[in-house]
């Protein structure tokens, strides 16, 4: 027997979403609430008054999962005490929809290319129809183009606007491609016009997003355009249009991946004062040998001439990167080729990690994760370490510079502040005066720690 709720009765289907994860989560948590919204849920900030929680949820470290499964065994107990339906969406694993759904502490899954008909998943799995897992395979288009996202009223001034969904890169570590699909690009209309209007509504910065932007291509159907129309938009065109059609909007992007970041992209970026000048272009490792075991598809030289052209073309331009220590077959010589690139760069800052095999991965699968659990700890120390000695140096740099900043906030750690990015993406904060989140000010840097830049108003 299916146990049966009328939701008739219901008085209203209110949710409650929890994020975990990456920006795309970030983004992708929008879009769901939209979709809610505008289908008749009510949203709840509070847990407690919600009947519906959704865990956004995350698998590209091992760690990462162990988080989510902590919490699920938390809401087991929320469930016994009321009527409650847990549902998880975005980058799940096999494993995670095994364990939880056998412990039914989870009622329904729905994986990131579903989301269009999430309101039906719930009001079928509400009504107790046993469908468990909504997925994305037959859905390899769905890119969520013109949703019209509904934004929180929470005076944020900078958002997340997603432009690939997906990836075929095949890093041998990494789960994405399992969990969000093949890759995919946003038609470059639908882009242009949510850009205009998150504008209209009050933002005054987009962080384009995707698992690997610089591969961003949309071919028009060559019967619909006139002569004057490019029949290809690749990454460079759609940064161009979306500059010169929002003079007044920042706009950022991440991530890159070495292997596709071309010189026509960083002309663009160099050309437009509006594009921020940072980039995001992980490296993961400096030893040629673990970059062919990882399927990165560029050598350590390769990656060295990018950063010199990124460097010659805008020279102003902040780098920063991700770095995954203990990769399988990773010895002393392949770790001090990535401590000696990193001192080559002296990158501003990066995401850095101790390597965690992902059930499902070629790695996982045809490797040996045998670097010993200490040395991985080590090796990420000292890397650790380094990059914390070089965004330091890095932020000496800007000492004495007046630089532009968006007021995104009030400084956590003081509230006579404010605090904001300039255009290398640092956080900049400096005393409040007369201004509000979302001027975009001139500030005098003072002073910096290794993440702080100090600073005071120009007027
Ligand atoms: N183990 C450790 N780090 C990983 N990343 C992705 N997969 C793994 C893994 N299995 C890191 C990479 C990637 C970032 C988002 O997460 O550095 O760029
Ligand atoms: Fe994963 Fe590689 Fe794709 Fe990044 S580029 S999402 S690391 S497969």
């Given at each position: 027997m299916y146990f049966y709720y009328n939701i008739k009765n219901m008085k209203d289907k209110n949710f409650y979403i929890e994020n975990y994860g990456c920006q795309m989560n970030i983004?992708?948590?929008?879009?769901?609430?939209?979709?809610?919204?505008?289908?008749?849920?009510?949203q709840s900030k509070n847990l407690d008054e919600a009947n519906i929680i959704l865990l956004n949820a995350c698998s590209i470290r091992e760690k990462a999962e162990l988080t989510l499964k902590k919490r699920l065994e938390q809401l087991k107990f929320y469930k016994k005490n009321k009527k409650i339906w847990i549902g998880i969406t975005g980058c799940f694993s096999k494993q995670i929809k095994k364990i939880f759904l056998e412990k039914k502490i989870v009622d329904f899954f729905v994986s990131p290319d579903s989301y269009r008909e999430i309101h039906n998943f719930i009001n079928y799995s509400i009504i107790g129809k046993k469908y468990f897992f909504y997925d994305s395979i037959k859905k390899k288009n769905e890119t969520y183009a013109d949703i019209n996202i509904i934004k929180q009223k929470n005076k944020k001034i900078t958002t997340f606007l997603s432009i690939t969904r997906g990836c075929d890169n095949m890093c041998t570590f990494c789960i994405v491609p399992f969990t969000r699909g093949r890759e995919r690009s946003t038609d470059p209309n639908s882009i242009i016009k949510e850009c205009e209007r998150l504008y209209q509504n009050g933002y005054k910065e987009i962080i384009l997003l995707g698992q690997n932007v610089d591969s961003y291509l949309w071919i028009y159907n060559k019967k619909n355009i006139n002569q004057n129309q490019k029949n290809v938009v690749d990454f460079s065109n759609l940064l161009d249009l979306l500059a010169k059609k929002n003079p007044m909007m920042r706009i950022r992007f991440s991530t890159s991946n070495p292997h596709d970041m071309s010189n026509k992209v960083l002309e663009v970026i160099s050309k437009h004062k509006n594009i921020c000048k940072h980039i995001h272009l992980p490296v993961q490792s400096g030893s040629n040998k673990i970059l062919k075991l990882m399927n990165r598809k560029y050598t350590r030289e390769k990656y060295l001439f990018l950063v010199k052209q990124i460097k010659n073309i805008i020279p102003e331009c902040s780098i920063s990167h991700d770095i995954i220590s203990g990769f399988c077959n990773e010895n002393e010589e392949d770790h001090q080729d990535t401590i000696n690139l990193m001192k080559e760069i002296k990158y501003n800052y990066g995401y850095m990690f101790s390597y965690s095999p992902r059930p499902g991965t070629y790695a996982y699968r045809k490797l040996k994760d045998n670097v010993p659990k200490h040395i991985k700890k080590k090796r990420l120390q000292e890397i650790i370490d380094l990059q914390r000695k070089?965004?330091?140096?890095?932020?000496?740099?800007?000492?004495?510079?007046?630089?532009?900043?968006?007021?995104?906030?009030?400084?956590?750690?003081?509230?006579?502040?404010w605090y904001g990015r300039n255009t290398q993406n640092l956080i900049v904060v400096f005393p409040k005066k007369h201004l509000n989140i979302g001027d975009l000010v001139h500030v005098k840097i003072k002073n910096t720690t290794s993440a702080t830049l100090i600073g005071d108003i120009c007027i």
């Open positions: 983004s992708d948590s929008d879009i769901i609430t939209s979709i809610l919204l505008k289908n008749g849920f009510t070089h965004s330091f140096y890095r932020m000496q740099e800007h000492l004495g510079k007046v630089e532009e900043v968006l007021i995104e906030g009030e400084s956590k750690k003081n509230n006579q502040y």
